[in-house]
T-cell receptor, first 110, second 115 residues
Framework: RKEVEQDPGPFNVPEGATVAFNCTYS??????FFWYRQDCRKEPKLLMS???SGNEDGRFTAQLNRASQYISLLIRDSKLSDSATYLC???????????FGKGTTLSVSS | GAGVSQSPSNKVTEKGKDVELRCDPI?????LYWYRQRLGQGLEFLIY????????KSGLPSDRFSAERTGESVSTLTIQRTQQEDSAVYLC?????????????FGPGTRLTVL
């Protein structure tokens, strides 16, 4: 089983839609979780950290289910500018490096 | 302020040659990381430097790969006798303290093509 697994998509949605991405991780000892965003041929950038109680940042909501080893990202009222690849990321056991999923591609159209 | 910078932005080399990739972290950041992203793949961790501690080299794929860091500044990643499977984008990141809650800031990457 891969350490971080994501549905690669692509998810094609119209502007204004709500879309959700899921991710599973294999290491139950993982303590830190993140969603990064990567635009085509650009470096990844932190979108948001994921906290146990769930957290929201504007149109973005992240949730963590430790029992199921599952992380989600919900995007409400999608914008054209949300088109990107969304990377589910955890810390390795030593806490020294990030482990990335392959990403889920989102395309928002007008 | 200035972000993480990397050079060169693109490098094309012939199989068997050695290459050096450079990373300038954000000033004051003690932790520095190298990752690799092959086409259509997720990022793979290569190596981690934290201050003057021994680096975590657990992600280096073979002994052809090595990296150095001078103090808390510039790092170079060296790939000896390059192979076609080394073709990838090599990304450097830095964080202020290297703890697991610290944000890692990525540079724009070096796109390496081995012919």
């Amino acid at each position: 089983r891969k350490e971080v697994e994501q549905d690669p998509g692509p998810f094609n949605v119209p502007e204004g839609a709500t879309v959700a991405f899921n991710c599973t991780y294999s290491n139950s000892a993982s303590q830190s979780f993140f969603w990064y965003r990567q635009d085509c041929r650009k470096e990844p950038k932190l979108l948001m950290s994921v906290y146990s109680s769930g957290n929201e940042d504007g149109r973005f909501t992240a949730q963590l289910n430790r029992a199921s080893q599952y992380i989600s990202l919900l995007i409400r009222d999608s914008k054209l500018s949300d088109s990107a690849t969304y990377l589910c990321v955890i810390h390795n056991q030593a806490g020294t490096a990030l482990i990335f999923g392959k990403g889920t591609t989102l395309s928002v159209s007008s | 302020g200035a972000g993480v910078s990397q050079s060169p932005s693109n490098k094309v080399t012939e199989k068997g040659k050695d290459v050096e990739l450079r990373c300038d972290p954000i000033s004051g950041h003690t932790a520095l990381y190298w990752y690799r992203q092959r086409l259509g793949q997720g990022l793979e961790f290569l190596i981690y430097f934290q201050g003057n501690s021994a680096p975590d080299k657990s992600g280096l794929p073979s002994d052809r790969f090595s990296a150095e860091r001078t103090g808390e500044s510039v790092s170079t990643l060296t790939i000896q006798r390059t192979q076609q499977e080394d073709s990838a984008v090599y990304l450097c990141a830095s964080s202020s303290t290297g703890t697991s809650l610290d944000t890692q800031y990525f540079g724009p990457g070096t796109r390496l093509t081995v012919l």
